[in-house]
């Protein structure tokens, strides 16, 4: 069974600059994941997607970052502008279900100069 | 929301040796509790998880421990090897479905 597959895996850019990622879950799962994990910390949740539908997207900061699932498979998350502190590893994760286990993607790392 | 803190923020132990890790987790209704290892530049992994209908889980060289009472749960790796070595990180989940992850714990295993 193929894992979680995110790209890109690394990102440099300069602040005010926008970017995105994307993320493939695993076949078949319904609930995606994506989190912010910024060094020396455990994974933030940002936003949960079950199958194409928002289910918790309060520790999104919405000014600036914005997700979507539209077909209820992929997503991608996108940030703009970009400030220094978004420099984190953004992972992306999923589920069969809500409440069931959650595997991980490998991460993209995002440096913001 | 759930407030998740892990303690030792790094242990050192001597290979063989046993490592424990507790976590405390502030919300009552919070019913599972997934421990992931993550080693360095790599994605975080399962390595065992419990629910709260369970007091112990055990796995081969790992076991986890759960206190409801207290809001605590612990993670036991028994004779420890070099590659136990990572950063471990406990997470709780309640109502709401959230995940909620502590800080995390740098183990050393000491050959």
């Known amino acids: 069974e193929a894992g979680v597959a995110q790209s890109p895996r690394y990102k440099i850019i300069e602040k005010r600059q926008s970017v995105a990622f994307w993320c493939n879950p695993i076949s078949g799962h319904a609930t995606l994941y994506w989190y912010q994990q910024i060094l020396g910390q455990g994974p933030k949740l940002l936003i949960q997607f079950q199958n194409n539908g928002v289910v918790d997207d309060s520790q999104l900061p919405k000014d600036r970052f914005s997700a979507e699932r539209l077909k209820g498979v992929d997503s991608t998350l996108k940030i703009q502008p970009a400030k220094l502190e978004d420099s984190a590893v953004y992972l992306c994760?999923?589920?069969?279900?809500?409440?069931?286990?959650?595997?991980f993607g490998p991460g993209t790392r995002l440096l913001v100069l | 929301g759930e407030n998740v803190e892990q303690h030792p923020s790094t242990l050192s132990v001597q290979e063989g040796d046993s490592a424990v890790i507790k976590c405390t987790y502030s919300?009552?209704?919070?019913?599972?509790f997934p421990w992931y290892k993550q080693e360095l530049g790599k994605r975080p992994q399962l390595i065992i998880d419990i629910r709260s209908n369970v007091g112990e889980k055990k796995d081969q060289r790992i076991a986890v421990t759960l206190n409801k009472t207290a809001k605590h749960f612990s993670l036991h790796i028994t004779e420890t090897q070099p590659e136990d070595s990572a950063v471990y990180f406990c997470?709780?989940?309640?109502?709401?479905?959230?995940?909620?992850f502590g800080k995390g714990n740098q183990v050393v295993v000491i050959p």
């Open positions: 919300d009552s209704a919070s019913n599972y």
């Open positions: 994760a999923s589920s069969r279900d809500r409440d069931e286990t959650q595997y």
């Open positions: 997470a709780a989940s309640g109502g709401n479905n959230r995940l909620a």
